[in-house]
């Protein structure tokens, strides 16, 4: 079965170190990936799309990469800020379409410290 | 606009008891989702409209949950005879279908506790 695993354990770093957070996927071939913020008690913002076709995207602190070879998504938030403390959750969308309907991965908590 | 919104933000209803929420869409946006979350877990995808026409639902979506798009405008989803297990965050979203590959942009959710 289709399966999308985030880091399940909070991810705890100091301000101004670097965020790494990784969305894997198996029994999946999907044309894009997103990734999402979520605050407590409020729906996900988006933050960035990436095609199959793209190995890289970048806004401002934030990065990501899309490897369909390891079927692995890597999101990285630079110059981390205690706002950024939040879930992060990736989100894939299938070749087949589906009317770019979402499949959610479990969501990685961050905490960034002082 | 102001974005997607969803009414009501929270909900307590008795078991077997019937809910419905409601979505306003943004306006120009022709395509809207419904996804549950419950603690923990990422969004589940439940149905989806484009337009009026309601082309997908899930295999989540048992015969108890209805959802309408009337008028390919506002959304209603439905729960019949609520159950305990039906407690969790519905998140409605909307986006354009005219904009080839975009992002969803969600509402706050309605937070449904059947006690």
């Known amino acids: 079965s289709q399966k999308i695993e985030q880091n399940s354990e909070a991810l705890n770093i100091q301000e101004g170190k670097t965020a790494t957070l990784t969305c894997n996927y198996t029994?999946?071939?999907?044309?894009?990936l997103q990734w999402y913020r979520q605050d407590p008690g409020r729906g996900p913002v988006f933050l960035l799309l990436?095609?199959?076709?793209?190995k890289e995207k970048r806004k401002e602190r934030l990065k990501v990469t899309f490897d369909t070879t390891l079927k692995q998504s890597l999101f990285h938030i630079t110059a981390s800020q205690p706002a950024d403390s939040a879930t992060y959750l990736c989100a894939l969308v299938g070749v087949t379409g589906g009317g770019n309907k979402l499949t959610f991965g479990t969501g990685t908590q961050l905490k960034v410290e002082l | 606009d102001t974005g997607v919104s969803q009414d009501p933000r929270h909900k307590i209803t008795k078991r077997g008891q019937n809910v419905t929420f409601r979505c306003d869409p943004i306006?120009?946006?022709?395509?809207l989702y419904w996804y549950r979350q419950t603690l923990g877990q990422g969004p589940e995808f439940l149905t989806y409209f484009q337009n009026e026409a309601q082309l997908e639902k899930s295999r989540l979506l048992s015969d108890r949950f209805s959802a309408e798009r009337p008028k390919g405008s506002f959304s209603t989803l439905e729960i019949q005879r609520t159950e305990q297990g039906d407690s969790a965050m519905y998140l409605c979203?909307?986006?354009?279908?005219?904009?080839?590959?975009?992002?969803?942009?969600f509402g706050q959710g309605t937070r449904l506790t059947v006690v």
């Open positions: 990436i095609r199959e076709n793209e």
């Open positions: 029994n999946y071939s999907p044309a894009y």
């Open positions: 306006s120009e946006h022709n395509r």
């Open positions: 979203a909307s986006s354009s279908l005219g904009q080839g590959l975009t992002e969803a942009f």
